[in-house]
């Protein structure tokens, strides 16, 4: 596969941490809300099996946080999602699929409740900022509406908890899943959420005061040195073996989230108020006509850069292959695909092209591991 | 300077022609509306004076549009620039800056009016379907809106009418500057606008039906070898020179138009109802507290990947440099740059550090050529 270099500019934003993560061998870059996300650190697979047994620091602050504040503000979150937030709580996350009028995906963030009146929406790549300008401005709601100058470390990996315990105490061990706190270090307050984007464990700081945060970014390398911490980055073969979606890649807005295995995080049954509501009770109803499937895959290579198609025996299309990558645990490429009906079943078979070569394939449920 | 690959994925979308331009050299991307565009085909400086003499064929499908159309498609398209177009006209593009309630800057597009009731807005870097959306939806506008599959060729250079004359003869030639109409090739009818990102004159063809689009694409570079046709994409040097502004590198959300001297953009004595009108006319009565201008540096070398502090002789920030580049023509650096009152003044002298040595430089107006 050829390099191409990424072309640097302030469009694509550095963060606090790009020098460090420069000066310790960051190789690849991804754009993310018009930011910098590192996207290697050399071999995916070395970074992969240390992030499955050790601990990893990610600068993650491509993550971009929406702060919805104010008398309307917990209407206008709740207008934007399928999830019921009307019983949730200050101090929880809540991964939460955002949806259009046509409920097509237009995002899916994890939401903070920071208070009863004040939100952060942790975006995936999408300028969820200007929906909710733009739906704000149009409803007349009495909402602020900004990007705070939020930059996340996240620590993850089966170590990140002794690792954090060292740095803050017993009390960072005691949070749940999905809970946050704050916490204190060099004088400055810390939100940190028990998330992360990988399932091996660990937490993501959500660091206001850049200079505090770029302290605390050394000083988890400093006191990570006896669990083998290493700079790294979401890695994707432990995001696809871990069923992780990735907006744009996996789901996008021409799907909608019961298309996407989101069933569990679509409250219809409610009285709350979402956009695209009646447009998911028709989906409901009528059934779905495509839905996203795990792929496995007779491959030792690929590299997906664009949906790729896949055939049957009678060579019609029967869905596209939207990530994919070759997985160490089963020894064989794994992937994310869109079936169309009614091919998205358990075992169906499939070929595919790689490299000008055909290889056999066949749908699994997600996640892999 | 150091390189870093760019890691592809379909989240960042590659183009029709991306097979294409990698068979012809690309070396640099960058992302541009979650796609990749092309930012180098080896050497900057080369590519400059090429642009400068001959013409290029650029892969800018990067330039996405929103299709806006319907019985509320003009309220809603007026809605969101601070441009009068109560007179525009069916066939014409208009550069009209999109800015939110508070007068701060969405989007810098080109937008198209293609009908009475349909619109295409050609935009820079930023989700600006989610801007129409929310708004539409918020107001219970009658409209549709989506992205179109849209892919523009742009044929840029002195030597691009030539080129496309050849392909679709005399009356290409004879259109207005930033006119638009539809010429046909392979049975396909594409929309031509005499516009691009450069200031050496040419065409953006915006193709719908990609088939014909490859073989267009193929035909320019068949056609063009008398000519000697280049592959190209914007070129840094020649957009600075020519006073270009880049939506995300000189321009951004916390800039107002009338900071960014779009004054001529703004039309705040006519009935027309737009966000931010109000607090645009209180910004034109108090006067604006800082100003895009134009820079010369005394040195020979710069990478802007960030905001760059510039610095009086008292050792005050008094501006920052958003974009630069070296000129072949003026022989030292020249940039783009965002200086507070009262020191957006021609001649206006400042000191900034280029590879931690310290450089001299003075304020001028834009563009440079």
């Not at 960051?26 to 070395?46: C, I, R």
Request: glycine fraction near 8%; proline fraction near 3%.
């Amino acid at each position: 596969m050829k390099i191409y270099s990424i072309a640097k500019s302030r469009r694509i934003r550095s963060t606090p941490y790009t020098s460090r993560i420069e000066k310790q061998g960051v190789t690849a870059y991804t754009s993310y809300n018009h930011m910098l996300l590192p996207a290697a650190f050399g071999s995916l697979e070395e970074s992969y099996h240390h992030l499955k047994e050790n601990v990893q620091v990610w600068d993650v602050a491509g993550e971009r946080q929406v702060e919805i504040s104010g008398k309307d503000s917990a209407k206008l979150v709740q207008l934007m999602t399928c999830r019921d937030l009307s019983k949730s709580k200050v101090g929880r996350c809540y991964y939460c699929p955002i949806i259009d009028d046509n409920a097509g995906l237009i995002n899916d963030p994890v939401i903070l409740k920071l208070d009863e009146q004040r939100w952060w929406v942790s975006i995936a790549d999408s300028d969820v900022i200007l929906f909710a300008k733009g739906l704000a401005i149009g409803n007349k709601f009495d909402v602020k509406i900004f990007e705070p100058d939020v930059n996340i470390i996240a620590v993850q990996g089966p170590k990140s908890f002794k690792l954090m315990e060292k740095i803050f105490g017993k009390k960072i061990t005691e949070m749940k899943f999905f809970g946050f706190d704050y916490f204190e270090f060099t004088g400055a307050k810390h939100l940190i959420a028990k998330s992360g984007w990988s399932k091996q464990g660990g937490y993501e700081i959500y660091v206001e005061s850049t200079k505090s945060g770029l302290a605390l970014y050394d000083k988890l390398f400093e006191v990570g040195k006896e669990f083998d911490v290493k700079p790294g980055c979401p890695n994707l073969i432990e995001r696809i073996e871990s069923g992780l979606l990735s907006y744009g890649n996996d789901i996008d807005n021409n799907d909608n989230p019961l298309e996407c295995g989101l069933d569990k995080y679509v409250n219809l049954d409610t009285n709350v108020n979402f956009l695209g509501k009646e447009k998911l009770k028709e989906v409901k109803k009528n059934g779905i006509i495509k839905k996203l499937m795990g792929v496995i895959i007779d491959a030792k290579e690929i590299n997906v850069s664009k949906s790729i198609d896949l055939i049957n025996e009678k060579n019609l299309k029967i869905g596209e292959l939207r990530s994919g990558v070759y997985s160490p645990h089963f020894k064989k490429v794994i992937g994310i695909a869109m079936f169309n009906k009614p091919h998205f079943v358990i075992s169906q078979t499939f070929k595919i092209s790689i490299n000008d070569s055909i290889f056999e394939g066949k749908v699994c449920d997600l996640p892999f591991i």
